[in-house]
């Protein structure tokens, strides 16, 4: 090249010095303004303009981080976007790399969200001592939500799938808007007073704004505030909003509510049919127990007498657990117990609690009566048993030879003595 001639780029190397020059002054900027011309391609990314009144930006969201949004953003819109200046060296164009996108005022929501859930949080109100349980089987849900929401219908569904005798009262509010969170509020104190028991705050997906009247203080409050446990089911499985913290339990969607609060009728009948085998296998090895206990101490000293009661009351026990085996195995029984769901379970288990502990007062009774005979008592006090060689009890002192041996049973061993002189008055008798 000649000197001083002027240095010659092909369209290549020109648009690379571009791009390295615009990548090193715009590595991290904001730029916010309205979406036009978006489309997305089969591959994920979301391409669309920013524009204001005087000029635009092309820009693109590529799919890893487009993946991340949780909205679907329209034209029209203001969004304010978060990335990098490049360029598209094919087209010699520059353009925004986003890696964030927001709505325009989701930053001031977003700080408002996190003042009032720290605010909550150091009042108290998301701790686990606070969260009611919800109820085994309830009788009545009380539901505020729109009436015509898909929400509900989802609800309702479910409901309907699980055939689940249950009554359903709706308490009908708007799910968005600037009067939606004063509504909402009414339904909960509402239902906080009425006959139901449990309470579900359903509505469906939607944008940060529209979700937003769930994250009203005075809402969460309320929610803290009711009387009967409450399930916050509102948005998709990845949104939160406030009452997600306060409730007693979090839902990821209506339909989950609805399965968390009302267990189907074969769930119920499989429950209750294990817990009766458990109960009646416990009831049974009880009542083994407590005949060992009893054939144990009918084969020690002192009970030949009451031998025959004993074994009587042993077989008694043994037709018990055989009855009650036999009873647990029954299937109209368990049909029965699955058809009356909660009624049949408290039932049941009443019964059963209530014979054997029949049962143990008989046992315990019964085992008084031969404590007190048994000779073993008596020497448990302090008193001893005198014996002769041959096995004679001796009772008077006048049954005894002076110089003769004898054989003396305490607590714990015996004594073998020999009589150096014997007192038959009654005052020298402890």
Not at 209 to 234: G, H
Not at 267 to 274: D, I, K, P, T
Request: with cysteine.
């Amino acid at each position: 090249m000649p000197v001083g001639s002027p240095r010659v780029y092909t369209v290549s190397e020109l648009s690379r010095e571009i791009r390295v020059l615009i990548e090193r002054q715009f590595p991290d900027v904001w730029v916010e303004g309205e979406v036009s011309n978006l489309r997305r391609s089969g591959a994920g990314h979301i391409y669309f303009t920013l524009k204001d009144g005087h000029a635009q930006i092309p820009a693109v969201c590529f799919r890893g981080q487009a993946s991340y949004l949780r909205f679907h953003p329209k034209d029209g819109e203001s969004f304010r976007a978060r990335g990098r200046v490049g360029t598209y060296q094919a087209r010699g164009e520059y353009q925004i790399l986003v890696d964030v996108l927001e709505p325009v005022g989701r930053g001031a929501l977003q700080e408002a969200f996190e003042r009032l859930r720290e605010k909550l949080d150091r009042e108290g109100l998301f701790e686990e001592t606070h969260k009611k349980p919800l109820p085994a089987f309830p009788s009545r849900i009380g539901i505020v939500t729109s009436p015509g929401s898909a929400a509900l219908r989802d609800i309702l569904s479910v409901l309907q799938r699980r055939d689940s005798p249950v009554d359903v009262w709706v308490y009908p509010t708007d799910v968005q808007g600037r009067s939606a969170a004063a509504e909402i509020r009414k339904g909960v104190d509402y239902l906080s007073g009425a006959d139901v028991d449990v309470v579900i705050l359903a509505r469906g997906g939607g944008s940060v704004e529209d979700l937003w009247p769930f994250n009203d203080e005075a809402l969460s409050r309320a929610v803290f505030a009711c009387r009967k446990p409450v399930i916050s089911a509102v948005g998709h499985e990845t949104d939160f909003v406030m009452t997600d913290f306060v409730a007693d339990v979090r839902a990821p969607t209506p339909s989950a509510a609805a399965e968390i609060v009302v267990r189907s009728a074969a769930e119920v009948s499989a429950r209750l049919g294990n817990a009766s085998v458990r109960l009646a296998r416990s009831m049974r090895f009880r009542l083994l127990e407590l005949a060992r206990v009893l054939d144990t101490r009918a084969g020690g000293r002192g009970f030949s007498i009451a031998e025959q009661r004993i074994r009587q009351l042993a077989q008694r026990v043994d037709d018990c657990a055989f009855r009650l085996a036999h009873f647990a195995r029954s299937g109209p029984f368990l049909r029965t117990l699955a058809l009356r769901l909660e009624r049949a379970d408290r039932a049941a288990i009443g019964v059963a609690q209530r014979a054997q502990a029949a049962a143990r007062e008989k046992v315990v009774a019964l085992s008084e009566r031969l404590d007190a005979l048994s000779p073993l008592s008596v020497l448990e006090r302090g008193y001893a048993v005198c014996r002769k060689p041959g096995g004679a009890i001796v009772t008077r002192a006048g049954e005894v030879a002076v110089d003769e041996s004898l054989e003396i049973l305490l607590r714990e061993g015996r004594l073998e003595v020999q009589v150096r002189r014997r007192r038959a008055d009654a005052g020298d008798v402890i």
